[in-house]
């Protein structure tokens, strides 16, 4: 596709389950981020990946919190035992290499833990 | 590390106005500077970027930027506001020759009056 493509765009689940993002960057993108946007708070990093391998983790708030990149493309963030507090729109980027290149984003994932 | 300050959380402005959202970063090494653009449930888009050269950068929609080192600021700048100005936007810095993980300030929301 000609961007990077996110799903699902929305995500409503109880408190507790299992979620898995998706994230499919811009073909040849070899950088891909994960964000999370919450109210007023900004892009909180959580995770980059070069290729499929992850050289900065930092971000993740919690072991709850996991990522992976197969294939040099398609990413997933998963988050165990949901709790309220991972209500956000979390948001995927992509670019040529990390750094300089702009990061381009797609649309998001709002997810909503009830 | 690294942080960046939008002083701003919300600037109101009337239609064909001229607006200022203002950005300081904390480094004072070299840095590359981005400004991006967010619309109603929709990603980033990149406005403007300096990597180098000339501290007045134009960007797209008409927007400008000015780096200024001694004051560590980026403010994005147009002379004329439209509605569809109306979105958030968000300052995001990268260090030269660091991990080039770019950090974003907590982003301002320009609401245009009619």
């Known amino acids: 596709g000609a961007g990077v493509s996110q799903s699902p765009s929305n995500k409503v689940t109880e408190k507790g389950k299992d979620v898995e993002l998706r994230c499919d960057p811009i073909?040849?993108?070899?950088?891909l981020y994960w964000y999370r946007q919450s109210l007023g708070q900004g892009l909180e990093f959580l995770i980059y990946?070069?290729?499929?391998?992850?050289?900065?983790k930092s971000g993740l708030p919690s072991d709850r919190f996991s990522a992976e990149r197969t294939g040099g493309s398609v990413s997933t963030l998963t988050i165990q035992r949901t709790q309220q507090e991972d209500s956000a729109v979390y948001l995927c980027?992509?670019?040529?290499?990390?750094?300089?290149?702009?990061?381009?984003f797609g649309d998001g994932t709002r997810l909503s833990i009830l | 590390a690294q942080s960046v300050t939008q002083l701003d959380s919300q600037v109101p402005v009337f239609e064909e106005a001229p607006v200022e959202l203002r950005c300081n970063y904390s480094?004072?090494?070299?840095?590359?500077l981005f400004w991006y653009v967010q619309y109603p449930n929709q990603g980033l888009q990149l406005l403007l970027k300096?990597?180098?050269?000339?501290?007045l950068v134009k960007g797209i929609n008409g927007f400008e930027a000015e780096f200024n080192k001694s004051q560590t600021s980026f403010h994005l700048r147009k002379p004329s506001v439209h509605i569809s100005d109306t979105a958030e936007y968000f300052c995001?810095?990268?260090?030269?020759?660091?991990?080039?993980?770019?950090?974003f300030g907590k982003g301002t929301r320009l609401h245009i009056l009619p």
């Open positions: 980027a992509s670019s040529l290499r990390q750094g300089v290149q702009p990061q381009h």
């Open positions: 073909s040849g993108h070899t950088a």
């Open positions: 990946f070069q290729g499929n391998s992850a050289p900065d």
């Open positions: 480094s004072s090494v070299s840095v590359y």
């Open positions: 300096y990597l180098s050269g000339s501290t």
């Open positions: 995001a810095v990268s260090d030269r020759g660091g991990d080039d993980k770019i950090i």
